[in-house]
């Protein structure tokens, strides 16, 4: 339906969004040599996946906006060794009321898929969800998800406000929540926070401001019940982990587009 009276819609681009017989992108030295440094170990099949992962989103992104690094060997650094810098964080999360089960991670404002697709690749006892509001890059994500076979990943379409509040599948429900590039935390804290389980941890990427948006989402954590650990720098970011200490109060997450228009404890600098 078009959604301006008198005017057609524009006709929806249905076919194939990459080419799914595309081979492997090669891992770059550089790529490879930063793994060893963080000793991160591959099995089996997961460099392949990963490279045909960055074959399909190098592919698909001639079609739809999903990344503006496109240079193999850069792809290989940015996207997926940055994404596996959370590995550590991941590989040894317990839970301290001591349940059982498959650790659940979300991938708030996922895009193309990053971090979560590659974590879900080289960590297959990891239930993945993919959370993404644009339907386009969710096609992307569901069709690559299927290429490649992750039997532990689903993709969802829903803003994080909104489903920050569906109590039955994703308020509260995850061990681990993570992001990249969505927003500063301020505003972040109140799209990935609601998510995790009390005693979860959110696992936010961040560039070189990560200290003084920290500073900035100091009353946010506050009232979302919610304390920052010590970061971690890596050769591509900063992690800032989250821990969440008690339930999110009901008022959080507020309606959707809020927690950007007016993050919580004030606004932010506008650049
Ligand atoms: N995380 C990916 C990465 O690092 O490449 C994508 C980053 S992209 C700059 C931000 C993504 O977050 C977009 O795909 C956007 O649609 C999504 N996003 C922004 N706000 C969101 C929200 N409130 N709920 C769900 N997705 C959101």
């Known amino acids: 339906m078009s959604d301006a009276p008198g005017r057609p819609a524009e006709p929806e681009d249905r076919g194939p969004l990459f080419d799914a017989t595309l081979s492997t992108l090669q891992p770059s030295q550089a790529f490879l040599d930063a ?24 592919d698909a992104n001639a079609k739809i906006n999903l990344t503006t690094i496109v240079d193999p060997d850069e792809m290989w650094l940015r996207h ?47 239930r993945v969800t993919l959370l993404e509001a644009t339907g386009k890059k969710v096609r992307f994500l569901s069709a690559v998800t299927a290429a490649l076979g992750l039997a532990n990943v689903r993709v969802v ?12 599948e994703h308020r509260e429900r995850y061990d681990l929540v993570t992001s990249r ?36 989402a100091k009353a946010a954590l506050h009232a979302l ?13 900063t992690i800032v982990p989250i821990l969440k200490q008690r339930s999110t109060p009901k008022m959080y ?10 993050p919580i404890g004030g606004r932010l600098r506008d650049d």
């Open 35 to 58: 793994c060893g440094d963080a000793a991160i170990a591959f099995e089996g099949d997961d460099l392949a996946r990963l490279g045909r992962y960055l074959a399909f989103l190098r």
């Open 80 to 126: 997926i060794y940055d994404s596996l810098t959370l590995l550590p964080f991941v590989a040894s999360y317990e839970r301290e009321d001591g349940t059982d089960g498959p650790v659940t991670l979300l991938d708030v404002g996922t895009g193309g898929g990053l971090p979560g697709l590659p974590l879900a690749i080289v960590l297959p006892d990891v």
């Open 157 to 168: 379409q829903a803003r994080a406000e909104d489903a920050g509040r569906d109590r039955v």
């Open 181 to 216: 590039a969505v927003g500063p935390l301020a505003t972040l804290a109140e799209l990935t926070v609601p998510f995790a389980r009390v005693g979860g941890l959110v696992l936010a990427i961040k560039g070189e401001r990560a200290d003084a948006e920290i500073v900035e």
């Open 225 to 237: 019940h919610a304390h920052v650990r010590e970061p971690l720098r890596t050769p591509t970011g």
């Open 253 to 262: 997450p507020r309606r959707a587009g809020e927690p950007k228009r007016s």
